[in-house]
Nanobody, 128 residues
Framework: QVQLVESGGGLVQPGGSLTLSCVAS????????IGWFRQSPGSEREFVAE????????DYGEFVKGRFTISRNNANNTVWLQMNNLTPDDSGVYYC?????????????????????WGQGTQVTVSS
């Protein structure tokens, strides 16, 4: 079973940038698609970004597209999320997750349930 640990969260002013990292251990990292999700108080968990096994097909949530970039390095079992031009609406706990083995195409409404290995999260606060 793969284990994930996020880091890099903190306080940033609107318009600023922040980079999150996710380090995996156990399992076989390169065999999993990796996603980032976020959740703010009183809201459901929201899809942020996803990267496939080979890193060639990144996908992004509608409200972060063009501002966030996901990348991975399978050699050191690490995934990054570069976040630029942050707004207060980007605040929340950011989670790194690994998709279940053998999953193919997944409907957007079912994407969250396809991720079964989760980190503990890292807090991102965007405020002046």
């Amino acid at each position: 079973q793969v284990q994930l640990v996020e880091s890099g969260g903190g306080l940033v002013q609107p318009g600023g940038s922040l980079t999150l990292s996710c380090v995996a251990s156990g399992g076989t990292f390169s065999q999993h698609a990796i996603g980032w999700f976020r959740q703010s108080p009183g809201s459901e968990r929201e899809f942020v970004a996803e990267i496939k096994k080979n890193g060639r097909m990144p996908d992004y949530g509608e409200f972060v597209k063009g501002r966030f970039t996901i990348s991975r390095n399978n050699a050191n079992n690490t995934v990054w999320l570069q976040m630029n031009n942050l707004t207060p609406d980007d605040s929340g706990v950011y989670y790194c997750a690994a998709q279940k083995e053998g999953v193919g195409m997944v409907l957007k409404v079912k994407r969250l349930s396809s991720y079964v290995y989760w980190g503990q999260g890292t807090q991102v606060t965007v405020s002046s």
